[in-house]
């Protein structure tokens, strides 16, 4: 349990004493998670799509022989 205090007091210490440290804090967790969850998105759309994107389609986009 004490440690657990001591973890927190040490957090309060390093991020939030200061109002500039934490606001930073804040915005750049809220970059890195939108980020985070951007990417893991984007990776489950494309495992669910395979064969139904554009990319996948051979024939799109190019011109028939004459």
């Known amino acids: 349990m004490a440690a657990a205090v001591r973890v927190w007091e040490g957090l309060y210490r390093v991020l939030m004493r200061r109002n500039s440290v934490?606001?930073?804090f804040v915005v750049a967790?809220?970059?890195?998670?939108?980020?985070?969850?951007?990417s893991g998105v984007h990776k489950l759309?494309?495992?669910n799509n395979v064969g139904k994107r554009y990319e996948d389609i051979p024939v799109l986009?190019?011109?028939q022989s004459e």
């Open 45 to 47: 759309w494309e495992y």
């Open 22 to 24: 934490y606001v930073t």
């Open 61 to 63: 986009g190019q011109r």
């Open 29 to 38: 967790g809220a970059f890195v998670g939108e980020r985070m969850v951007d």
